[in-house]
């Protein structure tokens, strides 16, 4: 995969990874390796120069009404109630259920993030944390078979974050879908993945794997155990090694 900003710039090479359904990877690696252009690819947002995208049997051409997704920056529309916005996908994507299902939906989404009281206000009435959770459940209230999440706790503090990685946890007991992580922060992945891929300086290829060894079932007391001080370790040397910092 290349860009075209004054010559081809190659962005990924020979990135081979495979996700089963249901599982959970996460993506980690030096900034400007190319881990949002790899989810542009799974969402069919972008087309590769060569090589080849496929979820759920398909090769990825365009854009999939199966895939979800949720960012860095929420963007909700103002203009519109909480409830409103997370409905939103159900307006565009073909669906046959009724409004009154629609809005049932939606509702025990925003039921499951804590955000009951909340869906009458508008978005400038939430905090950072609030957003965010509501947009997890636009990404998830038309039942994507794939959650996209390109860095959506990167902006926000610290306690707020670690709060909404155990909210995706909830999501992921009640909602069955097969999620990609992209992050910058270790501890997330390592708390939140099945799977931690390690991508290498641009052109980038996947220079390192790990499987967690951590249980289904966590809580962020989890993070100070030996298995995840040893995994967090590991990943922090492949990622010096990736940015030219530490030998291979």
């Known amino acids: 995969m290349s860009a075209e900003i004054g010559g081809p710039l190659p962005v990924l090479d020979h990135l081979d990874v495979k996700m089963p359904p249901g599982s959970f990877t996460a993506f980690v690696g030096p900034s400007g390796c190319g881990k949002s252009t790899l989810t542009k690819l799974v969402a069919g947002l972008m087309r590769p120069d060569e090589g080849q995208v496929w979820l759920g049997g398909q090769m990825v051409k365009s854009p999939r009404a199966t895939v979800g997704m949720a960012f860095q920056n929420p963007v909700l529309l103002e203009w519109r109630s909480i409830l409103s916005n997370v409905l939103l996908p159900l307006e565009i994507v073909p669906?046959?259920?009724s409004k009154a299902e629609r809005t049932a939906r939606a509702r025990d989404?925003?039921?499951?993030?804590?955000?009951?009281?909340?869906?009458?206000?508008?978005p400038s009435e939430l905090s950072g944390g609030m957003r965010q959770r509501a947009s997890l459940c636009r990404a998830l209230v038309h039942r994507p078979e794939v959650l996209i999440l390109d860095e959506p706790f990167g902006a926000l503090d610290a306690f707020t974050r670690e709060d909404l990685w155990q909210t995706m946890h909830r999501l992921r007991a009640e909602e069955k879908f097969t999620a990609v992580l992209i992050t910058h922060d270790l501890r997330e992945s390592v708390f939140l993945a099945d799977?931690?891929?390690?991508?290498?300086?641009?052109?980038?290829?996947?220079?390192?794997?790990?499987?967690?060894?951590?249980p289904k079932n966590r809580d962020l007391e989890i993070l100070y155990t030996p298995e995840a001080v040893e995994m967090l370790a590991t990943l922090r040397r492949?990622?010096?090694?990736?940015?030219?910092r530490a030998a291979a």
């Open 238 to 244: 492949q990622i010096r090694i990736a940015q030219g």
């Open 109 to 122: 989404l925003l039921a499951l993030v804590g955000l009951s009281d909340f869906e009458d206000k508008r």
């Open 195 to 214: 799977e931690i891929v390690v991508m290498s300086a641009r052109p980038a290829r996947v220079q390192y794997r790990m499987q967690s060894r951590l």
């Open 95 to 97: 669906n046959k259920l």
